[in-house]
């Protein structure tokens, strides 16, 4: 249940700094609120880090490099979706940007990358994917 309660939050904060940003970068342009927006979010997760002092991020010589440069995408993503936000809208972008998160995480499942377990991709899954296409249309209309 806690993992619901979370993906949810996830799901609405995303979408809170999609609009967030987008007024930023209206005043001030578009990296310059990604910029912002990363700042913040290190800000508010180092003293987050600070307050929880488990011991947990001395592990960090176990993590492969190559993830630890994930962070970075995140400049990427913000820049996206303000573009997008912009462009076609806040309902528009959310949507593509879920179709796109479950098709790429369809791949990742499909394929076994990132040392995730190989998943066999059902009749339902394309299915639901085809609807949430369908229902993007819709709303374009």
Known sequence: MAGIL???LGGAFITLQGVANSHI???????????ITQFTGFVLAFIL??????????RVKQVKPIYLAGGALAAIIISSNITAIHQIGVTLTIAMVLIAQLSVTFIIDSRGWF?????????AQFIGIG????????LKM
């Open 25 to 35: 970068s209206q005043h001030i342009g578009t990296w310059q609120a990604a910029t």
């Open 131 to 138: 609807m949430m296409i369908a229902g993007v249309i819709i």
């Open 6 to 8: 979370f993906a949810l």
């Open 115 to 123: 040392g995730i377990a190989k998943q066999k991709m059902k009749l």
């Open 49 to 58: 880090l600070l307050l929880v002092r488990d011991g947990q991020w001395r």
